[in-house]
């Protein structure tokens, strides 16, 4: 529910404000009907751009609070006319090991900006987690957009693969991918609604699991 913004605005090269968007999604997958909100922030200056994202599971089985909370911020800097910049990135949340990562990413865009990916390539050091001890590996980032129909329908998302040792009831594994495709319907300049379907190998559980949404969005 993150990371598409940071791209199309990145690729954009604008200097304006920022922009923020609230997202309200209803989940859809196995033991996981109820309601995440996301809450993005994406802002340029002139030595590069800052993003962060804050995700919240509403989850009324665990009482009425929030149940889980995970964020990322990152900075991109880029002091030089080119595709390539470098970027510092924080992730941690509730039952989340604290994860610096710092890296370079590459931005293409077609001549509109209708059609934009960004690559990204980072080492991802985890903070010791109690008891353990701290792990240094590696992550490769895609995040995608694509606006069809005049802008009307917009396709995004991401797809995360990095390197983290982990066990899911006595079985090893070493790497976890994520991806986050989106799909939305524009009803105007600020309000869109559409659906994102969570794919995960090895994230919070073993093994692969698909976890739809729908979703509405408000764009700030």
């Known amino acids: 529910m993150k990371r598409f913004t940071a791209a199309v605005l990145l690729a ?19 033991d996981r009907s109820y309601v995440t909100t996301t809450l993005e922030m994406f802002k340029p200056d002139q030595w590069g751009s800052t993003f962060f994202f ?4 509403h989850d009324t089985d665990f009482g ?8 990322e911020i990152s900075r ?6 080119s595709p390539w910049a470098a970027q510092i990135e924080y992730n941690g949340g509730t039952y989340v090991n604290n994860a610096w990562l710092a890296g370079a990413q590459y931005t293409w865009n077609n001549s509109d900006f209708s059609r934009i990916f960004t690559l990204q390539g980072l080492l991802k050091h985890f903070s010791a987690p109690e008891g353990g001890d701290a792990e240094t590996g590696f992550q490769l980032t895609g995040v995608w957009t694509m606006h069809m129909l005049d802008g009307a329908l917009t396709f995004s998302g991401f797809a995360d693969l990095w390197k983290e040792e982990k066990n899911f009831g006595g079985e090893d594994t070493d790497f976890v991918f994520l ?8 009803f105007g300049e600020h309000f869109s609604a559409g659906t994102e379907i969570e794919l995960a190998n090895n994230f919070t559980a073993e093994g692969f699991k698909v976890c739809p949404t729908l979703a509405v969005k408000w764009n700030f």
Not at 66 to 71: D, G
């Open 12 to 30: 954009l090269g604008v200097t304006f404000a920022g922009a923020q968007n609230l997202q309200v999604h209803y989940d859809l997958g196995e």
């Open 54 to 57: 804050v995700d919240m599971d």
């Open 64 to 71: 009425n609070s929030v149940s889980f909370a995970y964020m």
């Open 76 to 81: 991109a800097l880029k002091f030089w006319d």
């Open 179 to 186: 991806t986050e495709p989106q799909l939305w319907y524009n």
